[in-house]
C-alpha cells in the first residue's frame, strides 16, 4: 500500500517536470467554482507532497475537479455522481470508486472529506470526523486543514480566489 501512495504522488511530480500543455477547459458541472491552488502532505514515512492547481466545480452530490501542473499540463480529471467517483489521468483508462473518500484514499493515502471541503470553500467551519480546521479565509481565499485521526496526519492547504 506505501508503494501504491508513493506512486500514486510520485506522478504528480513526474508530471509537474513535464512539458507545458494547454489546461483542458473547466468542467461544466452544477454547483459552486472555485480555482486556485492545493498542496498536500500526508505525514507517512517518508512524508508524502504533492502540490497542484486545481479547477473545482460542484456540490457533494455532483461535480468535477481538475488537476494540473503550475505549468499548465493536465495531472488528473476527478468526478463524482450519486453513482460513485472517477479518476482519470492522461493516457490511462478511467479508474471507477464507490465515492469520493475512498478515491481520495487510493489515490493520497487519507480520505479527504469532501462535503465539508466544499463547505470550507464557502467559508463555513463544518465539522469533519478527524479534521481540525487550522486557518479558514474564504474571503481571502485561504484555508489550511489537519487531519489528525486517523494517522498517519494529514495537512491540506487550498489558496483560491474568492468569487466576486
Known amino acids: 500500500m506505501r508503494g501504491d501512495r508513493r506512486q500514486a504522488l510520485g ?3 513526474a508530471l509537474l517536470a513535464g512539458c507545458a500543455t494547454p489546461p483542458p477547459p473547466p468542467p461544466e458541472s452544477a454547483g459552486r467554482h472555485w480555482s486556485g491552488r492545493l ?6 514515512d517518508p512524508p508524502q507532497r504533492a502540490s497542484a492547481l486545481f479547477e473545482l466545480r460542484g456540490d457533494p452530490q455532483a461535480g468535477e475537479l481538475l488537476l494540473s501542473s503550475p505549468l499548465g499540463q493536465a495531472l488528473a480529471h476527478v468526478g463524482w455522481n450519486a ?3 472517477w479518476l ?3 493516457g490511462t483508462a478511467r479508474e471507477a470508486y464507490p465515492d469520493m473518500a475512498t478515491l481520495t484514499k487510493a489515490l493520497t493515502g487519507a480520505a479527504l ?3 465539508a471541503l466544499l463547505d470550507w470553500l464557502q467559508g463555513h467551519p463544518t465539522e469533519a470526523p478527524g479534521w481540525v480546521l487550522v486557518q479558514l479565509d474564504a474571503t481571502a481565499g485561504r484555508l489550511h486543514a489537519q487531519r489528525i485521526a486517523p494517522t ?3 495537512d491540506l492547504r487550498l489558496t483560491w480566489t474568492p468569487s466576486p
Open 83 to 85: 453513482g460513485g467517483a
Open 113 to 115: 472529506p469532501l462535503a
Open 11 to 13: 506522478w504528480v511530480a
Open 152 to 154: 498517519p496526519p494529514v
Open 88 to 90: 482519470q489521468r492522461p
Open 39 to 44: 498542496a498536500l502532505t500526508v505525514h507517512s
